[in-house]
Antibody
Framework: VHLVESGGGMVQPGRSLRLSCAAS????????MHWVRQSPGTGLQWVSG????????VYADSVKGRFTISRDNAKNSLYLQVNSLRVEDTALYYC????????????????WGQGILVTVSS | QSVLTQPPSVSGAPGQRVTISCTGS?????????VHWYQQLPGTAPKLLIS???NRPSGIPDRFSASKSGTSASLAITGLQAEDEADYYC????????????FGTGTKVTVL
């Protein structure tokens, strides 16, 4: 399993970015996928998840209405559109593979990318 | 923000046994939801260590074991090795909070 994130950078508050995750080494369209972030020097925070067929998308309350998760199974890619960025969104964003096809209460993250840094600062 | 509480740090000499606790509540660990554990070596991404309360994925040494009881879970590392020095996080699902999947506060394991 290989997950490679891209699209991060430094932006001003209120601006937008589109994060991407290129997946390989497994049957991408058989698994749900997630985004998890880690602020500098702190712990992990789950951000969003999407089922194998894009039928279910879930978000943490802290990003609901500002972030949109999507996937393109034909391109083996996962995306996170991040709008109205805030200083507190500054973090390393990880793409993570689910152990299951759907987003459920049982879910865990069995493979992770190396992360992409998003810095929000004026 | 984390609803699962872990001790900030634990330490032990090589060969010793250390345990890391993860304390939650009735809306997460104390309910039907499983606990999973991750290891994060310095400067790297997290890695799945234990899934479904006590199951080790292929390739994870049997020095790592975990259990769940009531509203808490614990990870044990026996025969501590220098390469075990890392941050460890528990994770579960929470039925009441704004973040559906919740992580612990993290524990730094130091090998003396």
């Amino acid at each position: 399993v290989h997950l490679v994130e891209s699209g991060g950078g430094m932006v001003q508050p209120g601006r937008s970015l589109r994060l991407s995750c290129a997946a390989s080494g497994f049957t991408f369209d058989a698994y749900a996928m997630h985004w998890v972030r880690q602020s500098p020097g702190t712990g992990l925070q789950w951000v969003s998840g999407i089922s194998w067929d894009s039928g279910t998308m879930v978000y943490a309350d802290s990003v609901k209405g500002r972030f949109t998760i999507s996937r393109d199974n034909a391109k083996n890619s996962l995306y996170l559109q991040v709008n109205s960025l805030r200083v507190e969104d500054t973090a390393l964003y990880y793409c993570a593979k689910s152990s299951l096809a759907t987003v459920t209460t049982l879910d865990w993250f069995d493979s992770w990318g190396q992360g992409i840094l998003v810095t929000v600062s004026s | 923000q984390s609803v699962l509480t872990q001790p900030p740090s634990v330490s032990g000499a090589p060969g010793q046994r250390v345990t890391i606790s993860c304390t939650g509540s009735s809306s997460n660990i104390g309910s039907i939801y499983s606990v999973h554990w991750y290891q994060q070596l310095p400067g790297t991404a997290p890695k799945l260590l234990i899934s479904g309360n006590s199951n080790r994925p292929s390739g994870i040494p049997d020095r790592f074991s975990a259990s769940k009881s009531g509203t808490s879970a614990s990870l044990a590392i026996t025969g501590l090795q220098a390469e075990d020095e890392a941050d460890y996080y528990c994770q579960s699902y929470d039925s009441s909070l704004s973040g559906l999947y919740v992580f612990g506060t993290g524990t730094k394991v130091t090998v003396l």
